[in-house]
């Protein structure tokens, strides 16, 4: 089954507001990594997150970062 993420911005409220208010053409979205496991992804997203400051910065909408990541959902993966 495919998910939701064609229509999907995120769970903050403050971006579904203005995604609603300006309508979703206005908005561009970019897949930075292809991912084989959902694991993979929720650490791919928290490693972004964490990288780029976005709890600590006034130009990112983020309020917190979730994530429950085992060792092994990563084995394997290799980082520049």
Do not use: P
Not at 13 to 23: P, R, T
Not at 24 to 39: A, D, M, V
Not at 46 to 67: M, P, S, T, W
Request: aromatic share 16%; with cysteine.
């Amino acid at each position: 089954m495919e998910s939701d993420w064609k229509k999907y911005f995120g769970s903050n409220k403050e971006v579904q507001g203005l995604v609603e208010s300006k309508g979703i053409e206005n908005y561009k979205r970019e897949i930075l990594h292809f991912c084989k496991t959902k694991g993979e992804m929720s650490y791919y997203e928290a490693k972004l997150q964490f990288d780029h400051d976005v709890l600590l910065r006034d130009d990112y909408y983020n309020e917190f970062i979730g994530c429950k990541i085992h060792s092994k959902h990563i084995r394997g993966l290799h980082f520049e």
